[in-house]
């Protein structure tokens, strides 16, 4: 085999092995940031943080280290003024304890929401265990807004596991829209969250 | 005597690049250390003159992702305040370098980074003095070009602890190699630069238009009769797809770089011209100012038209939109600077106008200067 033919063979080989490469990666390749935010996801819904009935949880500025581990998905870093939620969906999973044994409350406090011209009232939806507890709707210029729910027994187990789902109606990008360089999917400005037992009037 | 002779005229050259290379650096670092004096290091806000940490002055920002491959390799751990970032998004062969120079001669991270960036750029700044005359301009212009390089504005990174000053070398040896038909020499280059910087595979267009101009489609279209002259073409994608299947076997996931670098930093392509048209009339200055100046170079890179260097033009064209391909326009100025023939051009066109180039050279030291500032101070004009 001469020098010409060596030359021949190794280019035919380096094409063939780039386009296997090519083909192979193709097929069998997977985000592997996707696959490590859905196993994070997984495991804090598996084995959520713990959540002290009656605990007010912060969303604003620097002291919401405690309110993270409750964050499965949707949620931006915090700011001044509480955490929006980026995306369709926002997801916080807790156990409570102690494990209720009747009907809780819920009370959301939403700063503000993304709207814009196109879409002056954003909308959200509030599930507890996949149950519908809640529903708001927020227009351009409202004041921040108190959101109180009632979480029903029937929606809670006895381990105290509770999944709170937030149903973002128009999530959008300030980037799309031209209004600044944001690109996050913008929705609530979540403020602060309590849930409490519903206090049980003496007969 | 004779070859003393020409020693002499040889190393003349030579001499006063070092000497220009030299004195650039020195400008910069005192600007560097009178910053920290004046404002604070940004992490700490100590006011320090510490000889023996110089070196920190070239290493921020990207730096630390650097230094995080050189001390623990990859890993798939993300940033706590920014998720999806991972150190995935840098490529392998600066900081395996970094690590090389590191054992032999027993110096921190940090240094031996800082002496890989400076090495390289020195090594480059000597070949592009020879490509110069390898596309038969003059002495002069090399000396010329080797000047705009050493002083152009945000040239500092070719110092610091990124890998500019390693992608300039390997494209310049690679181009070099390649006009003086040496094609393995070449192709082996470009595959350590498609291992330096994804954008480093686009060697093949160069290298393809040096081929078609110089052997016409023959060896195209009869590639076992004439394969040497393909070897470039070859052999240029192979540090990147090295580093894919290291990114397969290690994440099962080839595309780990644009993968981390899209969920951590937000990098995603559009049509360069709506990207520049975003930049131009975004409300950050900064965004402004990195899409303006690299437009300049673009600019700039049409006086390569003006002496036939086609294959150079088309290639910094091609780059160019790649970059501008970016929605971020994040360190545009930074990736245009690692084109070195946009200088050879500028100097070509200004030889005969000294006055012109002086001015020019003036007001490149001049912003370069006041980026070195950022740089020191933490500025995000400066990344």
């Given at each position: 085999?001469?020098q010409?033919?060596?030359?021949?063979?190794?280019?035919?080989?380096?094409g063939?092995?780039?386009?296997?490469?090519?083909?192979?990666f193709?097929?069998?390749?997977?985000?592997?940031?996707?696959?490590?935010?859905?196993?994070y996801?997984?495991?804090r819904?598996?084995e959520p943080?713990?959540?002290?009935?009656?605990?007010?949880?912060?969303?604003?500025?620097?002291?919401?280290?405690?309110t993270k581990?409750?964050?499965?998905?949707?949620?931006s870093?915090?700011?001044?003024?509480?955490t929006?939620?980026d995306?369709a969906?926002?997801?916080?999973?807790m156990?409570?304890?102690?494990a209720?044994?009747?009907?809780l409350?819920?009370?959301?406090?939403?700063?503000?929401?993304?709207?814009?011209?196109?879409q002056p009232i954003?909308e959200?939806d509030?599930l507890?265990?996949d149950?519908?507890?809640?529903?708001?709707?927020?227009?351009?210029?409202?004041?921040?807004?108190?959101?109180?729910?009632?979480i029903?027994?029937?929606?809670?187990?006895n381990?105290?596991?509770?999944?709170l789902?937030?149903?973002?109606?128009?999530p959008?990008s300030?980037?799309?829209?031209?209004?600044?360089?944001?690109?996050?999917?913008?929705?609530?400005l979540v403020?602060?969250?309590?849930?409490s037992?519903?206090?049980?009037?003496?007969? | 005597?004779?070859?003393?002779?020409?020693?002499?005229?040889?190393?003349?050259p030579?001499?006063?690049?070092?000497?220009i290379?030299?004195?650039?650096?020195?400008?910069?670092?005192?600007?560097?250390?009178?910053?920290l004096?004046?404002?604070g290091?940004?992490?700490?806000?100590?006011?320090?003159?510490?000889?023996?940490?110089?070196?920190h002055l070239?290493?921020r920002?990207?730096?630390n992702?650097?230094?995080?491959?050189?001390?623990?390799?990859?890993s798939r751990?993300?940033v706590?305040?920014?998720?999806?970032?991972?150190?995935?998004?840098?490529?392998p062969?600066?900081p395996?370098l970094?690590?090389?120079?590191?054992?032999?001669?027993?110096?921190?991270?940090?240094?031996a980074?800082?002496l890989?960036?400076?090495?390289?750029?020195?090594?480059?700044?000597?070949?592009?003095?020879?490509?110069?005359?390898?596309?038969?301009?003059?002495?002069?212009?090399?000396i010329?070009?080797?000047?705009?390089?050493?002083?152009?504005?945000q040239?500092?990174i070719?110092?610091?602890?990124?890998?500019?000053?390693t992608?300039l070398?390997?494209?310049?040896?690679?181009?070099?190699?390649?006009?003086h038909?040496?094609?393995l020499i070449?192709?082996?280059?470009?595959?350590?630069?498609?291992?330096?910087?994804a954008?480093?595979?686009?060697?093949v267009?160069?290298a393809a238009?040096?081929?078609l101009?110089?052997h016409g489609?023959r060896?195209l279209l009869?590639?076992w009769?004439?394969?040497?002259?393909?070897?470039?073409?070859?052999?240029?994608?192979?540090?990147?797809?090295?580093?894919?299947?290291?990114?397969?076997?290690?994440?099962?996931?080839?595309?780990?770089?644009?993968?981390?670098?899209?969920?951590?930093?937000?990098?995603?392509?559009?049509?360069?011209w709506r990207?520049?048209?975003?930049?131009?009339?975004?409300?950050?200055?900064?965004?402004?100012f990195?899409?303006?100046?690299?437009l300049?170079v673009?600019?700039?890179?049409f006086?390569l038209?003006r002496?036939?260097l086609?294959?150079?033009f088309?290639?910094?064209?091609?780059?160019?939109?790649?970059?501008w391909?970016?929605?971020?326009?994040?360190s545009l100025?930074?990736?245009?600077i690692?084109?070195?023939?946009?200088?050879?051009?500028?100097?070509s066109?200004?030889?005969?106008?000294?006055?012109?180039?002086?001015?020019?050279?003036?007001?490149c030291?001049?912003?370069n200067?006041?980026?070195?500032?950022?740089?020191?101070a933490?500025?995000?004009?400066s990344?």
């Open positions: 085999m001469n010409l033919h060596i030359m021949v063979s190794g280019v035919a080989m380096l063939c092995f780039y386009i296997g490469s090519w083909a192979f193709k097929i069998n390749s997977v985000d592997f940031i996707v696959v490590q935010h859905l196993a996801m997984e495991q819904r598996r943080a713990s959540y002290t009935l009656g605990t007010l949880l912060n969303f604003a500025g620097e002291i919401t280290a405690a581990r409750y964050q499965v998905q949707g949620w870093h915090p700011e001044t003024w509480g929006w939620t995306g969906v926002a997801e916080l999973a156990r409570l304890t102690p209720p044994s009747g009907p409350k819920l009370m959301i406090r939403i700063q503000t929401a993304m709207t814009h011209r196109q954003q959200i509030v507890a265990n149950a519908v507890i809640g529903h708001a709707s927020f227009r351009a210029g409202d004041p921040p807004l108190d959101l109180n729910s009632l029903p027994a029937t929606a809670l187990n381990e105290g596991m509770l999944r789902v937030f149903r973002i109606a128009h959008s300030p980037k799309a829209l031209g209004m600044s360089e944001d690109p996050r999917r913008l929705g609530i403020n602060q969250i309590r849930i037992t519903v206090a049980v009037d003496a007969p | 005597m004779r070859w003393i002779v020409a020693l002499r005229s040889r190393l003349g030579y001499a006063r690049i070092l000497l290379f030299l004195a650039s650096r020195l400008m910069l670092t005192v600007i560097g250390v009178l910053t004096a004046n404002f290091d940004p992490p700490t806000q100590d006011h320090w003159l510490d000889w023996d940490k110089l070196p070239y290493a920002w990207d730096s992702w650097y230094l995080s491959i050189i001390d623990s390799g990859y751990v993300e706590a305040e920014q998720a999806g970032a991972t150190n995935f998004a840098f490529f062969l600066y395996l970094v690590i090389a120079a590191q054992k032999m001669w027993g110096v921190s991270a940090i240094t980074g800082v890989v960036s400076n090495l390289a750029f020195i090594a480059a700044l000597l070949l592009i003095f020879e490509y110069v005359q390898a596309i038969r301009l003059s002495r002069r212009v090399g010329m070009a080797v000047l705009l390089l050493c002083f152009v504005p040239g500092f070719f110092s610091a602890l990124y890998t500019e000053s992608f070398l390997l494209l310049v040896a690679a181009m070099y190699a390649l006009r038909r040496f094609y070449s192709g082996l280059c470009a595959a350590l630069l498609s291992a330096t910087r954008n480093g595979v686009f060697f267009v160069f238009i040096w081929l101009r110089q489609l060896p009869y590639p009769r004439h394969p040497e002259p393909l070897l470039p073409i070859a052999l240029a994608p192979l540090g990147l797809v090295i580093f894919w299947w290291f990114c397969f076997l290690t994440t099962g996931d080839a595309f780990a770089q644009a993968s981390t670098a899209w969920h951590g930093w937000g990098w995603q392509t559009d049509l360069p990207n520049l048209a975003n930049h131009l009339s975004s409300t950050n200055l900064n965004a402004q990195w899409a303006i100046s690299s300049v673009f600019s700039l890179s006086t038209l002496l036939k086609y294959e150079e088309i290639f910094c064209l091609s780059i160019m939109l790649l970059y391909s970016g929605v971020l326009p994040n100025l930074r990736y245009s690692v084109l070195f023939p946009v200088f050879i051009g500028i100097s066109a200004l030889e005969n106008h000294p006055f012109l180039f002086w001015l020019w050279l003036s007001l030291g001049l912003l200067g006041f980026l070195m500032t950022a740089w020191t933490g500025r995000e004009i990344i």
